[in-house]
């Protein structure tokens, strides 16, 4: 017990140490150090080495010049709710932020990899951002083909863990791709999508959006 006692105590230790080294080389994160330090363990939040894609738009991506470590990424990153993933492969810190509704986080044209520490999603093993079977990667976007109605497809989408969304198509590369899963696993079929039309709307066009993002079909 002792032992322990004194592991425990090394170990929070150095958590301090690394978060006070890292906000004060950055004065946004600074008033966030009083609340760190009160606290039992930042690793509350998880965060898992993976093998991983590196070709992150740049408007995802926030650099931290003064945080040289894991442990002083992953504080960061626990910081910032829309934070994924961290990196130190290209040197400094790099947070992945983006949520479920954002687009062309990843460039499409750029193969690089690296050592990629993936948030812990509640409900999902460890290093994943969407549930297992999932596939027709695009971009780092991946689809599930669903049967049913669309309540019911609605109803699923919602209650997956993950950076889940019932399927919007906002570019010309989306509609491909959406064409070829359904030729793929529906044939001729018709396949439902996120598009809903508000109550009361004109027809036949009037009021449809994207549900899950809530995305005017008129902008995209």
């Known amino acids: ?112 990899r690296g050592r990629v520490f993936v948030r812990q999603q509640p409900g999902l093993p460890a290093g994943l951002l969407c549930p297992p079977g999932y596939g027709d990667d695009l971009c780092g976007v991946k689809y599930k083909v669903v049967s049913g109605s669309w309540d019911d497809i609605k109803s699923t989408c919602e209650s997956e863990s993950g950076l889940v969304i019932m399927a919007d198509v906002t570019s010309t590369e989306e509609l491909a791709q959406v064409n070829q899963i359904r030729s793929l696993h529906t044939g001729s079929s018709p396949m439902w999508l996120g598009g809903f039309q508000a109550p009361g709307s004109i027809e036949p066009s009037g009021g449809w959006h994207w549900l899950s993002c809530n995305i005017s079909m008129d902008s995209s």
Do not use: M, W, Y
């Not at 950055?26 to 965060?47: E, I, P, Y």
């Not at 945080?67 to 290209?90: G, K, M, T, W």
């Open 1 to 112: 017990k002792k032992f322990r006692k004194q592991q425990i105590k090394r170990t929070r230790s150095s958590e301090l140490q690394a978060r006070q080294s890292l906000f004060q080389s950055d004065r946004q994160h600074r008033d966030a150090l009083a609340a760190f330090a009160a606290s039992d363990c930042v690793c509350s939040t998880k965060f898992s080495p993976i093998d991983g894609s590196l070709c992150i738009n740049s408007d995802f991506v926030r650099t931290f010049a003064g945080a040289a470590s894991e442990l002083q990424c992953a504080i960061l990153c626990r910081l910032r709710p829309q934070c994924q993933a961290f990196s130190l492969s290209d040197g400094p810190c790099q947070l992945f932020e983006f949520n479920k509704c954002s687009k062309s986080v990843r460039d499409c044209g750029c193969s690089r």
